[in-house]
């Protein structure tokens, strides 16, 4: 008896749902494209295409030693203003007011140059913004880079996140939501995979009178397209 129930509610549920045809390009997850912030000469690049890399490697580095010089001077001169802001703290009750903000003015002045000087340092680093795969390379040692024309050295994306970005005809926008199913194949193939409308763009492209939404997947090969359906309910 259960068992005719489930029969019967599948069919009514299937004689309400729609089917939208909508065809698919395969997208990254996340994807980015790195440049230098800083000018120099590159020194190091410790990456190549299709190299895995974790969120925050070293991809590349400029020559650098002068800043770490700088930045070596800017440590040793916070360090003794520090101390004697923290000496002039215990006896403030005893000196003037203008010679005590003077050691701390230095102190908060050396602080400030020794975060200017490591923000310098980090900027001759180039690290990957989130675990991901290298597409894209377009760097060697000895390139000279100017900060003041960022030029993209290295792409990466997603290891293995994917979105379909799905198109499908503005006459059903009102038909198709999020969490709807999307059943599709990739172009040339005859898998059937089946997925879940997780976004719906609010806007409809005026040069093909399309809506597009996404889907989540994993592991296809980015740039592979394909098509399907959107099987909707009647709401």
Sequence with gaps: MNKIIIALTALIINLHAAEIYATFNVLAQKNAALAFNASGIVNAVHTDIANSVNKGDILASLENSDVKANLQSAQVAYKYAARDYERQQQVKH???????????LRYESTKAHLAYMQ???????????????????EIEIGDTVNGMMLKTVFKIQSTHERKLLVEFDQKYYQDVHVGDTFEYK???????????????????NANNRKIQAEVQAKDLLVGLFGDGIIITQDR
């Excluded at 005893?94 to 701390?104: C, G, K, R, W």
């Excluded at 923000?119 to 390379?137: H, M, W």
């Design 94 to 104: 005893l000196i003037d007011a203008s010679a005590f903000d003077a050691y701390a």
């Design 119 to 137: 923000a310098l340092l980090d900027k001759t680093y180039l690290k990957a913004p989130f675990d991901g795969v290298i597409t894209f390379k």
């Design 186 to 204: 990739l172009d040339g193939q005859q898998k059937v995979y089946r997925g879940t409308i997780s976004k719906i763009y609010p806007l409809a």
